[in-house]
């Protein structure tokens, strides 16, 4: 592996490349921005898909029952994202990420029917796993970093600004240039991001355990054992990595609960979120206009949730901030739902809503990115993520079949959103407990 500049100008491996306060400054822009984009997108096509179901001529239940088979199709692809961050690099993965992400967006615009959007929709598999390489490259760039929960969350902050900008530009765009070019707009701040992300550096973390691979490779076991000691490597490094390296006795319950918590709260992000200005529209008799200024508020206060959980996480550990903030959501969203359809009380509870909701997503993915080894961080933080689409194909799935046998939109998002967000807070608890000790962190089975 060659060798690298350092700040000073002398000649460094990429392993032993000092992070700067400069380094983590433009890398945790280029995954904001990228998080933005990827948000943006895929917010941007449940935001609009009433829109897109009217000119297609979709019910409701069809409507919902395209953006199932779209969610399959994103589960299918983000299926290859943990074997691209181990083996490719974090850097070179959220450059392939987010080159797939604007394929999808500007493809979109060119849909023809429903046969398309599905085939379209389901490459955003890779933008949306972004945020797998956020869990993964920033825990290793802000290894020696202090407040790494609250850097974090301001990071994956961009899932509410992504919301809103998704919101915001769907209500001034919509009527000059249609959906259709709304989402090229989307491709090109992906193709931005790419442009960004060309200059950032790669991972210490990961060019180590190249190094570590090379150096085995050479015989030079001993250099091998040194290099790994310095950089906090586990034994099993230099292993070529599987699925199965996290299902091990060790590991096991903790990947296994992991995936149910992202499963069972994707199918809450499904109706609260993506199809949020549906639910909104069909069970409180919300306009669509209205439901995109409530879309707007609401992520904005969304933002302040993941500032503020990722602090929270900081402070009382991760795993107890995404646990209480999810139980919380599932009793604002309740009260909402069964509540009286007065914009007064909708607003602010819909954006207290997404703040317990998508705010505690700061302190689960950087847990995630601490609580799996190095040489599995990859894999092990994405067969949990790709249980995002599964889940959200679930609760997409779900809602069409209630709607469809005729029951109350309200209790359908109950049913599916409300019970979502319990059972998730319940799976959560079960996981492996951390404890962060700044530079130090300690598992406790």
Not at 103 to 128: D, N, P, Q, Y
Not at 188 to 213: C, D, G, H, N, Y
Not at 312 to 320: A, H, M, N, S, V
Not at 366 to 384: C, D, K, L, Q
Request: proline residues 3%.
């Amino acid at each position: 592996m060659s060798s690298l500049r350092s700040p000073g100008g002398r000649s460094v491996e990429p392993w032993n490349v000092p992070i700067t306060k400069k380094t983590i400054t433009q890398v945790s822009i280029v995954c904001f921005i990228a998080w933005v984009a990827s948000v943006y997108d895929y917010t941007l096509f449940g935001t609009l898909l009433p829109v897109i179901a009217e000119e297609f001529g979709w019910t409701t239940a069809q409507a919902t029952a395209v953006n199932t088979f779209a969610t399959i199709g994103v589960f299918i692809v983000s299926l290859l994202v943990g074997t691209i961050l181990d083996r490719m690099g974090r850097k070179r993965a959220l450059i392939i990420l987010m080159l797939g992400g604007a394929v999808a967006s500007g493809l979109t615009g060119l849909a023809a029917g429903a046969v398309s959007i599905v085939l379209i929709r389901s490459l955003t598999g890779f933008s949306m796993s972004e945020e797998v390489v956020n869990a993964v490259y920033l825990n290793e760039i802000y290894k020696e970093a202090k407040s790494r929960g609250l850097m974090y969350s301001l990071v994956q902050g961009g899932w509410p600004v992504g919301a809103l900008i998704s919101a915001g530009l769907s209500a001034l765009l919509l009527p000059i240039i249609g959906w259709r070019w709304t989402f090229v707009v989307a491709a090109v701040l992906s193709l931005i991001v790419v442009a960004l992300a060309l200059r950032l550096p790669e991972s210490p973390t990961f060019a180590a355990m190249q190094e570590v691979k090379r150096r085995r490779a050479s015989g030079d076991v001993d250099g091998a054992h040194r290099l790994a000691d310095e950089h906090d490597l586990e034994e099993a490094a230099h292993h070529a990595t599987g699925v199965k390296d996290v299902f091990t006795p060790e590991l096991r319950w903790h990947t296994i609960l992991l995936a149910l918590a992202w499963f069972f709260n994707w199918i809450s992000i499904m109706i609260f979120s993506v199809l949020g200005t549906t639910i909104l529209v069909s069970a409180k008799g919300v306009s669509f206009e209205n439901s995109l200024v409530i879309l707007v508020l609401a992520n904005a206060v969304g933002f302040v949730g993941y500032v503020f959980h990722g602090w929270l996480g900081d402070k009382i550990t991760r795993k107890r901030t995404v646990v209480l903030g999810w139980l919380a959501g599932g009793i604002v969203s309740l009260i909402m739902l069964l509540g009286p359809d007065d914009a007064a009380i909708i607003i602010p509870l819909y954006a207290l809503t997404l703040f317990f909701l998508t705010g505690p997503y700061a302190a689960l993915l950087f847990y995630m990115g601490e609580s799996f080894p190095a040489h599995v961080r990859g894999m092990g933080t994405n067969v949990a993520h790709v249980m995002a689409p599964v889940g959200g194909i679930a609760g997409s799935g779900l809602l069409s079949i209630l709607l469809a046998a005729g029951v109350d939109t309200g209790w359908a998002a109950i049913i599916t959103g409300t019970g979502g967000l319990f059972i998730s807070a319940l799976c959560m608890a079960g996981t492996r407990t951390i404890r962060d000790a700044h530079q130090k962190t300690t598992v406790i089975a």
